[in-house]
């Protein structure tokens, strides 16, 4: 009878025990405050040239990715690219960096923030976002001349890559675009002009007269 009540008070005591136990820990593990969460994202878009105004201003529809079936560069010309920033979490985001890494073969010519030529890097301070809060950066590059780029290539695609982070949140994305060379050494085969016309009428001639004189001494 005594070792049955000692049962009992254990079980009477462990069952005590739990609502402060879950209370601690929560039903699966160590019990951790509501924390806000921190998330960022970068979106990062080629432009696409579409239109061109009476002005000459070249107007772009931006896009993931250009592949050799969309529209190609040539070697000299302006490529666009556009950042969107945004702050995907329920609390302010702080001191956000926003970089891109320029690739080879084209230079920026016109942007936010600062460019490191050593680097290659493309820094912009793109400072506090509040929740949901969006930022977009545009930034101008121009690729290089006909003699910079490879000359084993007519064709290559290009990557261009950028990032979005502070100390606690980062995020990446890249956009590529594809530029074809202009093939040099190829010479096109003379057009048949005047001059030349008159020079196969004469060689026609020739031969034609030439048999005649074959056919009298034959005979």
Known sequence: MKKIFIALVTVLSFISLVPSVFAQYGQYGQYTPNTPSQSILIDKQVGRPSTTTKGGIVNYDYVDNLTP??????????????????NTSNTTLTGVTVTDSVPSYVEPIEGPGGYNSSTRILSVDAGNFAPDEEKTYFIKMQIGGQNSLPSDKGLMCIT???????????????????????VIGVKAAPKAGPEM????????????GLGIKLKKKAI
């Open 160 to 182: 261009n890559s950028a990032r979005a982070y502070n100390s606690i949140v980062s995020s990446n994305d890249t956009a590529q675009f594809c530029v074809e060379k202009q």
């Open 69 to 86: 079936s969309d529209a190609r560069f040539k070697p000299g010309d302006i490529v666009m690219f556009k950042l969107r920033i945004k």
């Open 197 to 208: 016309n008159i020079l196969l009428i004469a060689g026609q001639l020739g031969i034609l």
